[in-house]
């Protein structure tokens, strides 16, 4: 088992900037691709980014591409979510989740590949 925890989110004005990290604990010993998903209101859960096990590898949505950025740090077991240029269809509850993975290259995009999630951060962008 691995217990995910973010931190970070918060209300900011648009065009403003917040870092999204993510914990992990638990079962640290195995490899894991890190991904950040996001749900608004009355809306789907919608793929942010995700890095692979080295994070040798990232891939971010349409929707945030140029904007935000996946990262990690292994020695600390923190995956971080850089969201740049914020703007109000940004506001959502923000996720982090971790598959176990042997690959150093792979990202996964879908929620259902996902093994473990946190329980979410609130952003809220105003305009």
């Known amino acids: 088992q691995v217990q995910l925890v973010e931190s970070g989110g918060g209300s900011v004005q648009a065009g403003g900037s917040l870092r999204l990290s993510c914990v992990a604990s638990g079962r640290t010993d195995s490899t894991y691709a890190m991904g950040w998903f996001r749900q608004a209101p009355g809306k789907e859960r919608e793929f942010v980014g995700g890095?692979?096990?080295?994070?040798?590898?990232?891939f971010h949505g349409i929707s945030v591409l140029g904007r935000f950025r996946v990262s990690r740090d292994n020695a600390r077991y923190t995956s971080y979510l850089q969201m740049n240029s914020l703007e109000p269809e940004d506001t959502a509850v923000y996720y982090c989740?971790?598959?176990?993975?042997?690959?150093?290259?792979?990202?996964?995009?879908?929620?259902?590949?996902?093994?473990?999630w946190g329980q979410g951060t609130q952003v809220y962008v105003s305009s």
């Open positions: 890095i692979s096990t080295t994070g040798e590898n990232t």
């Open positions: 989740a971790a598959k176990l993975s042997q690959s150093t290259w792979r990202v996964w995009r879908s929620s259902e590949d996902y093994d473990y």
